[in-house]
């Protein structure tokens, strides 16, 4: 099985940058890719970075130029840079992956954006 650990998450202001990390373990992991998603109050749970195990990445519209994902292969953990934040961006982030052993959460990290 897989577990997902998530940290980095806290208080900031606006204009404020935090970087998120994700790790994963477990015995006789591939991921084949990783996903960072957040849920803020009210809202639904929406996608806000992937990165396949190639390097391929994509962002959603409204973090694009200000998030960054990242991922060490050797390490199993994905990284999300967020910078430029605003309150909008104030929600749970959750880490997602794909494995061998099927798709996992990780039990997401509380990001509050101050204005």
């Known amino acids: 099985q897989v577990q997902l650990v998530e940290s980095g998450g806290g208080l900031v202001q606006a204009g404020g940058s935090l970087r998120l990390s994700c790790a994963a373990s477990?015995?006789?992991?591939?991921?084949?890719?990783m996903v960072w998603y957040r849920q803020g109050p009210g809202k639904q749970r929406e996608l806000v970075a992937s990165?396949?195990?190639?390097?391929?990445?994509n962002y959603a519209d409204s973090v694009k130029g200000r998030f960054s994902i990242s991922r060490d292969n050797a390490l199993s953990t994905v990284y999300l840079q967020m910078n430029s934040l605003r309150p909008e961006d104030t929600a749970v982030y959750y880490c997602?992956?794909?494995?061998?052993?099927?798709?996992?959460w990780g039990q997401g990290t509380q990001v509050t954006v101050s204005s």
């Open positions: 997602n992956a794909g494995t061998n052993w099927g798709t996992e």
């Open positions: 477990g015995r006789d992991i591939s991921i084949y890719y």
């Open positions: 990165i396949t195990n190639s390097g391929n990445t």
